[in-house]
């Protein structure tokens, strides 16, 4: 376009005028396409909702207002920073129990104009189930009551803008017997085998983070939200050593790959060589790191994809960055093109180069399509996919004492994964963007690693090797220990069986904590179908159906943080 109209001037008499007006054209064709080639949703512009319940009853309303009073407020707290625009959110809570098929007994729902700035809804409660206008309203009995929220965003908002958060409470007026968990006896950092296991050593990680290399890296006083890309002072080597300053064993740095253009769209003016010198320096930057510190891991990869009509994930080792911008001369950013919102492709490439994934805090319905399904199931993803996270923190917490209220519940499309066909392990990170790398609150991913020879410590290679048996557990409290097998096999394992399948819980807890919940899951691979409480005991026997399943277990400890186990998955034959 430009072309032709620079020839059309300069067939006029003022050959000066053809190169002034095609030069303001052309400048004003290339802003307008550059703004074109950005106006995308920015990340971290969708709904954000959850829920804060007490799992007990505050001791100073029981004091007050009876000894029988189980009185509480719950909390639903919404966020939609879309660049400012406000959305209007119905959110329905909704508490059943006591168990998993109790009925509804109380539901509140509104609708909130909400905002980047965000909208807390206080609910009182007091204790009581709603029942008929003609009879008295009864306290609930004791026992454990599941809090349910949805929260769904106006017309014209992308389908991952439903959000499900799911959390307990406990209700005890009086003495009640906790489930008897059998304890192994275990440092918090060393496991001994169970059953002619061998031994572990247990390595706390938080695996989704951000540093200025990508959205990341503010200091807390200055920290709001996400960060422009490559603007804020804090890198890689700064986020291992506040993690391991706050005690935790490893620590991933995992950058928005399409952000080492230093920009959130696409920057027409990035040099390909830059970007990827960036990565290759994380690279860098964390093995230098962990050689110099032995007994801390310090990883480094990177978050692919975009949450709108995409989905999050995390890859964990990865020599080269992927990506699929290009800049103003079509130059790939990137070393390795790889489509925008093909997963099915991306999975391809990551069995045959040998690279593991993460599900970064997945939606239940519109995120990881595989022809139109979310969390579509292919054989190559479920190679790749090791990982799905159960519960993160919020990202943009500026809390650093391990007390933050806001976290978020993503067990129900977990479980859509494990259902669909995925072998994946629940993890818990924090996905931090501020400065205070794994302590927004105690919540670790806890890999089990084949205990190194004596003197040695922790590999990388040892760690991807644990990461790809799915030898992993979710925790809340950095203090917990979790091991669930099946016939004496761990957690993660897959194998064929006959008769009987005798399922075993163990837990510790260094700081003192003890069980109040356990719930036993059962569900069957490729059905797609719905993931069932079985028991609420530690231990099960049982004689599967033919065929194949999967298990695995929810323990939730007496202050309320839940630990969840990897699956075991058995093919039962007749």
């Not at 920073?81 to 098929?101: F, I, K, N, Y």
């Not at 009182?124 to 769904?152: C, I, N, Q, S, T």
């Not at 970064?360 to 979310?374: D, E, I, K, S, T």
């Not at 205990?451 to 950095?478: C, I, N, Y």
């Amino acid at each position: 376009m430009v072309k032709t109209l620079r020839r059309r001037l300069r067939s006029l008499r003022w050959p000066w005028l053809a190169g002034l007006c095609a030069g303001v054209l052309l400048f004003t064709w290339s802003n307008t396409a550059a703004a074109q080639a950005t106006k995308q949703p920015k990340e971290h512009s969708e709904l954000d909702a959850t829920v804060v319940a007490p799992f007990h009853a505050a001791r100073g309303e029981r004091v007050t207002q009876s000894r029988t009073s189980q009185s509480r407020t719950f909390i639903v707290q919404l966020a939609y920073p879309d660049e400012g625009r406000a959305h209007a959110v119905h959110w329905t809570l909704t508490l059943s129990g006591p168990g998993p098929q109790g009925a509804v007994l109380r539901r509140w729902s509104g609708t909130q104009q909400v905002g980047a700035g965000g909208q807390s809804v206080t609910l009182p409660w007091d204790g009581r189930a709603d029942a008929d206008a003609r009879e008295r309203r009864v306290p609930v009995p004791d026992g454990v009551y599941e809090l349910r929220l949805l929260a769904v965003a106006d017309a014209g908002t992308p389908q991952e803008a439903q959000v499900e958060q799911q959390w307990h409470i406990q209700v005890q007026r009086g003495a009640r017997a906790a489930p008897t968990v059998p304890a192994f006896q275990a440092g918090l950092r060393q496991l001994r085998g169970l059953d002619g296991q061998p031994g572990y050593s247990i390595v706390y990680a938080n695996l989704h983070s951000q540093t200025r290399h990508s959205d990341g890296g503010a200091p807390l006083d200055a920290c709001h939200g996400a960060q422009d890309p490559q603007t804020a002072p804090y890198g890689p080597i700064d986020a291992y050593k506040y993690a391991q300053q706050h005690g935790l064993d490893a620590l991933l740095a995992s950058e928005h790959n399409h952000m080492y253009d230093g920009s959130d769209g696409t920057n027409g003016a990035a040099i390909p060589a830059e970007a990827i010198a960036l990565y290759q320096t994380g690279l860098a930057e964390a093995a230098a790191y962990t050689a110099a510190h032995p007994g801390f891991l310090a990883l480094y990869g990177m978050e692919w994809g975009v949450i709108n009509k995409g989905g999050h994930l995390t890859i964990f080792n990865s020599e080269q960055l992927l990506g699929w911008e290009r800049n103003a001369q079509g130059e790939l950013l990137a070393e390795v093109e790889t489509p925008k919102g093909d997963y099915a492709g991306l999975y391809a490439l990551m069995r045959e180069r040998g690279w593991l994934g993460q599900f970064n805090h997945p939606a239940y319905a519109g995120q990881f399509l595989v022809n139109g399904q979310p969390l579509g199931y292919t054989p190559d993803g479920d190679a790749a996919m090791v990982l799905c996270e159960v519960m993160n923190t919020s990202a943009f917490s500026t809390n650093d004492q391990e007390t933050e209220t806001r976290r978020s519940n993503y067990e129900a499309a977990c479980n859509r994964a494990l259902a669909a066909g995925y072998h994946v392990a629940f993890s818990s990170n924090q996905d931090n963007h501020c400065a205070n790398w794994g302590a927004a609150y105690g919540n670790r991913t806890a890999v089990l690693v084949a205990s190194p020879a004596a003197g040695m410590p922790v590999s990388r290679d040892g760690f991807l090797e644990a990461l790809r048996a799915r030898r992993v557990f979710a925790t809340m409290d950095k203090h917990a220990q979790l091991l669930f097998t099946a016939n004496g096999k761990l957690m993660g394992e897959r194998f064929d069986n006959h008769g009987p399948l005798q399922l075993a819980t163990h837990f510790s807890n260094s700081a003192g904590r003890q069980a109040a919940a356990i719930a036993i899951f059962h569900g069957v691979p490729g059905s797609n179908g719905s993931v069932t409480q079985l028991s609420d005991q530690a231990e099960l026997t049982l004689t599967p159906a033919p065929g194949p399943h999967f298990y695995y277990v929810r323990l939730t400890q007496d202050d309320g943080n839940i630990v969840w186990s990897a699956p075991v998955w058995v093919n039962q034959l007749p």
